[in-house]
């Protein structure tokens, strides 16, 4: 890096949960965290081949132990963005209880590691794509409501097709100001 001032034909900002933080006059989400818990299961077929699964009406998902890294399993609450998770990690009792009737196996598993995911959310939960109203050189790309990484490919894509015009970005996506009254 030198202290020259660079010029480019365009500029995009696809910078995860700082996003709002670096253009607070637009709404293109808020950062948000949850936390998953890794849970040690040495006894149970958890491994790769393992589904994952989601229950929506009850708020939690998981999926199997990945590279030794214990069985995940999230209740699908918000919590404070970028705070880690109290030392050492517990299950939360709602999700023990979740646990000891939907899988009594792991009721009783001990917590190996917690990790807060700290993320963007919309209040739509629609990713976030759109120019700068004040710069149309200027890009945003962002809002991933905590699916970015399962939708990186597709969205990628995407978002590369609309950079390069080759496609207009969906309405849906678009940024607007941030409305300044409640
Ligand atoms: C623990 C955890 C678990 C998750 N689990 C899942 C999951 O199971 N499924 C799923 O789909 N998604 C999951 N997510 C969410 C997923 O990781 C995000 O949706 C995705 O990473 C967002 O991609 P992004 O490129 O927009 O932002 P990021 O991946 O956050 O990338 C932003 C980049 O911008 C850089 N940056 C920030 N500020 C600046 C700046 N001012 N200047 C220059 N660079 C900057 C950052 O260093 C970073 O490299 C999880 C996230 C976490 C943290």
Same mark, same amino acid.
């Given at each position: 890096m030198d202290d020259a001032e660079h010029r480019a034909d365009l500029t995009v900002w696809a910078?995860? +949960?700082?996003? *709002?933080?670096?253009? /607070?006059e637009l709404a293109c989400g808020r950062p948000a965290g949850q936390v998953s818990y890794y849970l040690?299961? @040495? #006894? $149970? !077929?958890?491994?790769?081949? +393992? *589904? #994952?699964?989601?229950?929506?009406?009850?708020?939690?998902?998981?999926?199997? +132990?990945?590279?030794?890294?214990?069985?995940?399993?999230?209740p699908d609450v918000e919590a404070p963005?970028?705070? @880690?998770?109290?030392?050492?990690?517990?299950? !939360?009792? +709602?999700?023990?209880?979740?646990?000891?009737?939907?899988f /009594?196996? $792991?009721?009783?598993?001990?917590?190996?590691?917690?990790?807060?995911?700290?993320?963007?959310?919309?209040?739509n939960e629609e990713f976030v794509l759109g120019r700068h109203p004040a710069a149309p050189t200027v890009w945003l790309v962002g809002g991933d409501s905590g699916h970015g990484f399962k939708n990186a490919p597709a969205w990628g894509s995407y978002v590369c097709d609309v950079l390069e015009g080759k496609t207009s970005p969906h309405p849906r996506w678009r940024l607007r100001p941030r409305a300044t009254t409640r």
């Open positions: 910078v995860g +949960a700082a996003l *709002p933080g670096i253009f /607070p040690d299961s @040495p #006894a $149970l !077929p958890c491994g790769p081949g +393992a *589904p #994952a699964w989601l229950d929506l009406g009850r708020a939690m998902y998981g999926i199997g +132990a990945l590279s030794g890294a214990g069985v995940k399993v999230v963005p970028g705070v @880690p998770p109290a030392s050492p990690p517990e299950l !939360p009792g +709602a999700a023990r209880a979740y646990l000891r009737q939907r /009594p196996a $792991l009721a009783g598993a001990p917590v190996l590691a917690a990790e807060t995911c700290t993320y963007t959310t919309t209040e």
